[in-house]
Antibody
Framework: EVQLVESGGGLVQPGGSLKLSCAASGFTFSGSAMHWVRQASGKGLEWVGRIRSKANSYATAYAASVKGRFTISRDDSKNTAYLQMNSLKTEDTAVYYC??????????????WGQGTLVTVSS | EIVLTQSPATLSLSPGERATLSCGAS???????LAWYQQKPGLAPRLLIYDASSRATGIPDRFSGSGSGTDFTLTISRLEPEDFAVYYC?????????FGQGTKVEIK
């Protein structure tokens, strides 16, 4: 059974940093890209960024709203993806989900999602 | 960036009725790489439809998707009580992947 479990959320002051983790199980993590999506309270879904597999050079891409502040990484030996968030702003307050694209396709939707972790940026 | 616009924002219907949700794209969605998700309060989104018209694993056949290019539709043939939720479309054919703003299907 595929499982994605996020952790690391919490309260942080504006300008601060936080690192989220996404522990994966039930599939070949090393062969899969991993994405992060966020959702502010009462709002819609916003794609944050992704990291591809080793076979695709661990290539990363980010939404314009977080580029230069957020960094996605992964540790295939631990089946874990990370989202390092720096220079946090109040508008980064949201539930952050890690998600997996459906396998066996060059471009695919997200078929499994974690339960989400809440990040609150406030003084 | 492809902007997705969903309509209506809210759909008020009764159980047993048919729901038709629309998703319009600001430019053509490559290879019909368009998905629909269902989200209930406090839960993560759930994939319903991918590639515009293919049902995801375990999704009942009352859910169907159609469309191509810039116009896409999600149809729920007969609403069950568990179908009242928010629905999002998403394109994954070009970067950045984008979502629509959502359509809430509420009980009338």
């Amino acid at each position: 059974e595929v499982q994605l479990v996020e952790s690391g959320g919490g309260l942080v002051q504006p300008g601060g940093s936080l690192k989220l983790s996404c522990a994966a199980s039930g599939f070949t993590f090393s062969g899969s890209a991993m994405h992060w999506v966020r959702q502010a309270s009462g709002k819609g879904l916003e794609w944050v960024g992704r990291i591809r597999s080793k076979a695709n050079s661990y290539a990363t891409a980010y939404a314009a709203s977080v580029k230069g502040r957020f960094t996605i990484s992964r540790d295939d030996s631990k089946n874990t993806a990370y989202l390092q968030m720096n220079s946090l702003k109040t508008e980064d307050t949201a539930v952050y989900y890690c998600t997996r694209p459906r396998p066996h396709s060059s471009s695919s939707p997200f078929d499994y999602w974690g339960q989400g972790t809440l990040v609150t940026v406030s003084s | 960036e492809i902007v997705l616009t969903q309509s209506p924002a809210t759909l008020s219907l009764s159980p047993g009725e048919r729901a038709t949700l629309s998703c319009g794209a600001s430019q053509s969605v490559s290879s019909s790489y368009l998905a629909w998700y269902q989200q209930k309060p406090g839960l993560a989104p759930r994939l319903l439809i991918y590639d515009a018209s293919s049902r995801a694993t375990g999704i009942p056949d009352r859910f169907s998707g159609s469309g191509s290019g810039t116009d896409f539709t999600l149809t729920i043939s007969r609403l069950e009580p568990e179908d009242f939720a928010v629905y999002y479309c998403q394109q994954y054919g070009s970067s950045p992947r984008t979502f629509g703003q959502g359509t809430k299907v509420e009980i009338k």
